[in-house]
């Protein structure tokens, strides 16, 4: 009987699956130590306004393993959200995302950026998330003003209500909002209407082919338009050519974050002095009813 149990388990043995496993496993058991092990870092990129100017900045997560090198997070934000190590890592990045605000509040050069963090949907969804922000910046210093927290709708699906309600919680402490990633999920435009946000993302995936895809041109001039007609700015992600940029700005996008202007860097590496001369500035400059 046991012999033909084993024999029967054996028939579900499979290599591949078993090396998956233990993979996940592995990554798993690295990430969880990541944080006190301070593999965990920031990279920052510039976000620009319509004439080039620097206006804020997106933090973007970095993992540097002792095994792995530099992992990116879209290898391990996914396992992260699953096993749920996705809340100590999130508070995390709150946290060295304040520090650095203060950090630039205090030069006079920087004082004006505005610093966009990457919420996860079940760090979102934390019943204490808007105590813990409320105490990073309490104890850290960094201006409410200055800070954008990212959602995607994926955060959204599913608690619309305790959602709308803890916006507006974190928009009484003076946060903004962006919707990630916008035009990619399910019910864009349910939630466009019903949030309490102040900017869309438009997505990579929209921007890149631009000169290509006649269809994708659509797309992102009815985002704009309709993001215009919402009074909510507009920023477009993966902005990597200077026709990407004029195409945009023709639009009336308000702002603009892709590796043309810079790639993520190191904090100390970020260039926020105007890089670009009005010289250089694109084609028609739109009066922005959301300066910066
Ligand atoms: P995202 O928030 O949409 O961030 C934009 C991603 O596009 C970043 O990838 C950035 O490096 C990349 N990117 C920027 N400009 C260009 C461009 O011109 N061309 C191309 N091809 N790519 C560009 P990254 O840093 O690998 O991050 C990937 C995703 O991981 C982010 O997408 C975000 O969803 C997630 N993520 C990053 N940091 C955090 C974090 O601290 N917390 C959470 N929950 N998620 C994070
Ligand atoms: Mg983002
Ligand atoms: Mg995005
Ligand atoms: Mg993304």
Sequence with gaps: RAKQEGRDAACFYDPRVQAVIEARTALEQ??????????????????????????????????????????SPGDFIPLAEETGLIVP?????????????????RSP????LTLAVNVSARQFQQPDFVERVANILAH????PRRLKLELTESAVIGHVEETIQRMHHLKELGLRFALDDFGTGYSSLQ???????DQIKIDQ??????????????IVETIIAMGLALDLQIIAEGVET???????AAQRCHAYQGYYFAKPVPADELNVSG?????????????SRHPA
């Design 109 to 112: 050069l920087t004082a004006g």
């Design 205 to 218: 995936s929209f921007v890149r082919d631009l000169h290509e895809d006649p269809d994708d041109r659509v």
């Design 275 to 287: 890089f670009m001369g009005p010289a250089e500035s694109p084609g028609p400059t739109t009066q």
């Design 140 to 143: 850290t210093g960094a201006d």
């Design 191 to 197: 939630y466009l209407k019903r949030l309490p946000l």
């Design 89 to 105: 890592i999130g508070h995390w990045v709150l946290e060295a995302a304040c520090r650095q605000l203060v950090l630039w509040q």
């Design 30 to 71: 690295g990430l969880r130590l990541a944080i006190e092990r301070q593999q965990l870092c920031l990279f920052y990129q510039l976000q620009v306004d319509v004439g080039g100017k620097p206006i804020g900045a997106e933090a973007l997560l970095r993992w540097n393993s002792p095994e792995r090198g530099r992992v």
């Design 242 to 248: 200077r026709e990407h940029w004029r195409y945009l």
